[in-house]
């Protein structure tokens, strides 16, 4: 079992950036796919992004391409999500997901293929 711990959330306007970060303890950080998702008010929660082991490979959802980056340091046990150009829409809690047993180190957008979550951290954009 892997602990995460999201922080760096807070309240922005719209246009500005925030970055979030996320730590883990426990296990082989390295092997893990890591990714984002967030849960806006009334709504499921969603992916944002994911990043393979080494961070060769990153995936987003189509609301954040470009705006948002992933990033990890496996040294350090940390994921990363710089966001910018934020948006009203984007207000949401964001949590940090671990898979420990990824499949080919494909990054998987289904919440309950992941393993470990985060209590996540809010974000407030606003307009």
């Known amino acids: 079992q892997v602990q995460l711990v999201e922080s760096g959330g807070g309240l922005v306007q719209a246009g500005g950036s925030l970055r979030l970060a996320c730590v883990a303890s426990g296990g082989t950080f390295s092997d893990y796919v890591m990714a984002w998702f967030r849960q806006r008010p009334g709504k499921e929660r969603e992916f944002v992004a994911g990043?393979?082991?080494?961070?060769?490979?990153?995936l987003y959802a189509d609301s954040v391409k470009g705006r948002f980056t992933v990033a990890r340091d496996n040294a350090k046990n940390t994921v990363y999500l710089q966001m910018n150009s934020l948006k009203p829409e984007d207000t949401a809690v964001y949590y940090c997901?671990?898979?420990?047993?990824?499949?080919?180190?494909?990054?998987?957008?289904?919440?309950?293929?992941?393993?470990?979550w985060g209590r996540g951290t809010q974000v407030t954009v606003s307009s």
């Open positions: 997901a671990a898979d420990l047993a990824p499949v080919l180190g494909r990054i998987r957008t289904t919440t309950t293929l992941y393993d470990d």
């Open positions: 990043i393979s082991w080494r961070g060769v490979s990153t």
